[in-house]
């Protein structure tokens, strides 16, 4: 996470919650198999976690696929179907903004990039 620069990610509350999820997953694979040691960096317990969980749990972690995550996340159990082409812009516009800050920063830049409202 750390090399992805999570913390400073546009989605970073769900990113959080993600891991926090594929943690707890992986903490109760413990459980489901006592006295077996499980490595989070091994195929086995991928494959486990998939199985139990129906889930994978190597994910990519770039901003743009836990932005699209977030929006899917967000939008569980909503009877409104998510607009994809609108959703795409949207990321796309919201991981430029988060990139273009992190550019100036890393530049030591004093002032930040700024969103402005087109109307
Ligand atoms: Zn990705």
Redesign the pocket.
């Known amino acids: 996470m750390e090399a992805d620069l999570q913390i400073r990610s546009p989605t970073v509350e769900g990113t959080l919650t993600r891991a926090i999820d594929r943690y707890s997953k992986f903490i109760k694979l413990f459980k489901f198999y006592p006295g077996t040691m499980i490595n989070a960096r091994t195929d086995p317990a991928w494959t486990s976690v998939w199985i139990r969980f129906a889930q994978d749990y190597q994910v ?1 972690n ?1 901003w ?2 836990e932005a699209v995550l977030s929006v899917v996340t967000a939008s569980l159990g909503s009877d409104t179907p998510i607009d994809t082409i609108q959703m795409a812009h949207s990321i796309q516009e919201e991981v430029a903004y988060y990139r273009a800050v992190e550019i100036a920063r890393r530049k030591n830049r004093s002032r930040l990039p700024v969103r402005v409202e087109v109307a």
Do not use: E
């Open positions: 990519c770039c743009d696929c």
